[in-house]
């Protein structure tokens, strides 16, 4: 177990980092977007403020159609502005060398807590999942940086719930294979603050969640992990986003209801409210449908006037 901050509650957290993965996460799910548009969406990003930006996924256009192109992508965006890093998701070694000639310094990488989901999701065991994360690093060298996400951290549509000491065991052994950081994925939307409190009770605050609200709980289990002393999120821009392998997966945590909440706690994200609202109704637009975001759909607690 790590050491815990000695700060905790949300009014500690001074600032937090939000890790943005609509253009990848986000859009996966959804008919597929046409390169010129996730660029343009990813610039509008950027303008809002948003630092770090999961851009593309290097995988099969067969197995996930929306992320076709990852390498026009990343050619049409070219090398990312002063304080923004762009990152991909990969899911073999294969992935990375193709990630890598296109250019990317940053990657994602995903080894399930649930081997049932693992091998409907990337046809391969926990195991010889988690033997990529070795097999990746060797590709990439120790320069890039190599972040693995622990799917159904919290819970499997097939095995039902995760004993947060084994979730915690194999997140360790992913960082021994080569991991520079781990973030912890609730796939299913399965976490409550109870349970997010007993996983990072096992791992430590210096982890990052990547959190769902397939039960209406992304945003109260994000406030509960910054009273706990995290301080990375992952969040969708809109709350897109969802897993085909979990029966009624919700989207992720969307970007615009966490930094409204944070901009209320006085906690520093970087990224303008105003501009993430308007990359929200872009991706409306992208995709044909209201976007799950509640601070979308009802704005701003700051635009309220009395009568």
């Given at each position: 177990m ?8 949300p ?8 890790r ?5 996460d ?17 610039s ?6 948003v ?10 256009p067969?197995?996930?159609p929306?992320m076709?192109g ?5 050619a ?8 923004v890093?762009y990152?991909?998701l990969?899911p ?5 060398e ?11 990488l ?14 391969m065991?926990v195991e010889?999942?988690l ?9 990439v ?6 972040d ?6 919290f ?21 021994s ?7 912890y ?8 603050p ?7 009770a096992?791992?430590?605050?210096a982890v ?7 039960r ?5 289990n ?21 897993s ?6 919700g ?5 615009e209801?966490?930094?409204h909440?944070?901009d209320d ?8 409210l105003?501009g ?9 637009d992208?995709?044909?449908?209201v ?17």
């Amino acid at each position: 177990m790590s050491e815990r901050s000695e700060r905790t509650g949300p009014a500690s957290a001074v600032s937090i980092d939000i890790r943005e993965v609509g253009p990848r996460d986000g859009l996966q799910p959804e008919a597929p977007v046409p390169v010129a548009a996730r660029v343009e969406l990813v610039s509008t990003l950027v303008a809002a403020g948003v630092a770090t930006i999961e851009v593309a996924a290097f995988v099969s256009p067969k197995a996930v159609p929306a992320m076709a192109g990852a390498g026009e992508v990343m050619a049409a965006l070219g090398p990312a502005p002063d304080g923004v890093r762009y990152v991909a998701l990969v899911p073999n070694a294969k992935g990375a060398e193709l990630a890598l000639a296109a250019g990317l310094s940053a990657l994602t990488l995903t080894v399930s807590a649930s081997e049932a989901y693992s091998q409907r999701n990337v046809r391969m065991s926990v195991e010889e999942s988690l033997g990529q994360v070795a097999a990746v690093r060797a590709v990439v060298g120790p320069s890039v940086a190599l972040d693995v996400v622990v799917s159904c951290a919290f819970g499997s549509p097939y095995e039902g719930e995760m004993a947060p000491g084994e979730v915690a065991a194999l997140g360790a052994r992913a960082r021994s294979s080569g991991a520079d950081a781990l973030t912890y994925a609730d796939t299913t939307g399965m976490a409550t603050p109870r349970r997010v409190a007993e996983l990072v009770a096992e791992t430590g605050p210096a982890v990052g969640l990547h959190l769902h609200d397939t039960r209406g709980t992304a945003l109260v289990n994000a406030y509960a992990a910054m009273s706990l002393g995290v301080r990375r999120f992952d969040t969708a821009v809109g709350g897109l986003g969802g897993s085909p392998f979990a029966a009624g997966a919700g989207g992720n945590l969307a970007t615009e209801d966490l930094v409204h909440l944070c901009d209320d706690l006085g906690v520093a994200t970087g990224i303008s409210l105003e501009g993430v609202l308007a990359a929200s109704a872009q991706v409306a637009d992208l995709v044909g449908h209201v976007v799950p975001s509640r601070v979308a759909a009802a704005g701003p607690r700051s635009r309220l006037h009395p009568a």
